[in-house]
Structures are given as structure tokens and as C-alpha cells.
């Protein structure tokens, strides 16, 4: 059974940064695409970014291009999103997601497993 656990996050004041950080376990971890997705408050979930098997295929959401960047070590399973410049409008709950069967979709349907998500809080 997958299991995606994220971590890192937290609050924090604009122009700041954090480092999410996202376990994989249950399956080998180099058969997934792994991707980030973000959900504000009653907001609809925004697609972040998305990572290809090996490393390749990165892909990032127009909001978040220049500021973030998504990585991969294969052999700690983990997977790890680097945000800088934050702004208030990226206070969300971020998930980790992970997909056997798609590469660089900007789609939730095209992943299986889902963390519980970790909170970003961006102050003024």
C-alpha cells in the first residue's frame, strides 16, 4: 500500500521560504510521477507542480514559476518542493501526490495516492 507523508511546512512571512518534503513508501518509488498540488481555503485544488519518473518531464503552474522549484531523490523515496518568494496568496494546504501511469499532467485525476497535505501559512 502507497503512503505519501509531506512535511515542512508551517508559518511563515512573505518574501520567505520553506521546503516541503514528501516520503514515499509501499511501492518503488521510481515507477511514480510525483507531483504537488495546493488547496486555499475554499478554493479548488490548483495544480503546482509535477515531477517525471527518473527526474525529467517538470512541469510548474503559471502562479508558481521562477519561485518554486520540485526535486526527487530516488533513493530516499522522497520527493521535495522549494518555495521562495512567498506570497500570502500561497497560503494553502499542499499535497503530495504520486501517479503510475501519466507523466507531466496538470490533472488530480492522473494520481492515485494522495498525502493528508501540510498547512503553508503566508503573512503579510
Known amino acids: 500500500q502507497v503512503m505519501l507523508t509531506e512535511s515542512g511546512g508551517g508559518l511563515v512571512q512573505a518574501g520567505d521560504s520553506l521546503r516541503l518534503s514528501c516520503e514515499f513508501s509501499g511501492r518503488p518509488f521510481s515507477n511514480y510521477a510525483m507531483a504537488w498540488f495546493r488547496q486555499g481555503l475554499g478554493k479548488e485544488r490548483e495544480f503546482v507542480s509535477t515531477?517525471?519518473?527518473?527526474?525529467?518531464?517538470?512541469v510548474y503552474g503559471d502562479s508558481v514559476k521562477g519561485r518554486f522549484t520540485i526535486s526527487r531523490d530516488n533513493w530516499k523515496n522522497t520527493v521535495y518542493l522549494q518555495m521562495n518568494s512567498l506570497q500570502p496568496e500561497d497560503t494553502a494546504v499542499y499535497y503530495c501526490a504520486a501517479g503510475a501511469y501519466y507523466s507531466a499532467s496538470d490533472k488530480p485525476r492522473h494520481y492515485e495516492y494522495w498525502g493528508q497535505g501540510t498547512q503553508v501559512t503566508v503573512s503579510p
Open positions: 515531477i517525471g519518473r527518473s527526474g525529467g518531464h517538470i
